[in-house]
């Protein structure tokens, strides 16, 4: 059985060592005899109920094992050294570590670049070198400059032009649409807002208790064909917990209060219900806009 022990002065001043059971380790008198603090690969030669005697077999050294980077082009490049312990007749192990999402310096250096790929965000253009992902040409997309930035692309990069032109078409397509959805949005969202300042406006002629603030003025259920109106903020009492003698603690907070209008006019309902429709259809505009969002 092979162990590895560092040895020690013993009480009578022989060097010895102890096995991982604790027992005493005393070296055979016909082996090498190691120094004090040194680490060596040993035999167990015998054990005894106190002690056993073992036999050293090779000394243990500190040496330098290399660390490589493996690179995605296949290339193994020495990265740095570390200090570990070996036996004193054996080299360490080179490590390596995978390092396959870039090219080594020299593949860089030398790279002809003739595998162009193209990474578009819903801003800019970036023209790439797949191999060492070197970035060629970088393009800030605006609707006026789109014939210029293919044309440029011809001429310095031929080998992508088809790809970067199809991708642009596609581009100039969202481009358009989205514009035009956010145009939907500010256009029914201006009409909703329309509607809303006319049933203000006559909540406000007919409801002398109606009053107004920065934060409330009415309230709407296009749902229920309900309406409520603003009419100040009334005082709720929170409990705080008990005080002396058990009694409780309360603090007061504002809270806003509204009151519901009766026997709504049709032609307010019939407010409402347009409110209603234009809310269903900006929804379905919100969505997509959601859904098409740009991505940086």
Request: hydrophobic content about 35%; aromatic content about 10%; overall charge positive.
């Amino acid at each position: 059985m092979l162990v590895q022990l560092k040895f020690f002065r013993g009480k009578r001043g022989d060097v010895i060592s102890r096995l991982p059971s604790g027992k005493v380790a005393l070296v055979n008198r016909k082996a090498k005899k190691p120094k004090i603090g040194e680490k060596w690969i040993c035999k167990i030669d015998f054990e005894k109920e106190n002690f056993a005697v073992i036999t050293p077999i090779a000394r243990i050294v500190r040496k330098q094992r290399p660390i490589y980077k493996v690179y995605k082009c296949g290339h193994r490049v020495l990265w740095k050294t570390e200090e570990v312990e070996v036996p004193e007749n054996s080299e360490p192990e080179p490590k390596t570590m995978n390092w396959d999402f870039e090219i080594c310096d020299d593949c860089k250096k030398n790279c002809k670049h003739s595998k162009l790929k193209i990474s578009r965000s819903s801003f800019e253009l970036w023209i790439k070198c797949a191999a060492c992902d070197k970035t060629m040409a970088t393009y800030e997309l605006e609707m006026d400059k789109i014939n210029e930035i293919i044309k440029d692309i011809s001429e310095r990069f031929p080998q992508v032009a088809e790809e970067v032109a199809a991708n642009l078409g596609s581009w100039i397509t969202w481009t358009k649409e989205y514009r035009e959805h956010l145009k939907q949005k500010d256009n029914l969202e201006g009409k909703i807002s329309k509607i809303l300042s006319e049933i203000k406006e006559w909540v406000r002629e007919n409801f002398d208790n109606y009053k107004e603030d920065e934060f409330y003025s009415i309230r709407v259920d296009e749902e229920k064909e309900e309406l409520e109106y603003f009419v100040g903020y009334t005082e709720v009492p929170r409990c705080l917990g008990f005080g002396p003698g058990g009694k409780e603690l309360y603090e007061y907070e504002s809270w806003p209060a509204f009151r519901k209008v009766k026997n709504i006019p049709e032609n307010i309902k019939e407010k409402i219900r347009k409110i209603k429709d234009l809310r269903e259809e900006l929804n379905s505009v919100l969505w997509w806009l959601t859904e098409n969002r740009p991505v940086e």
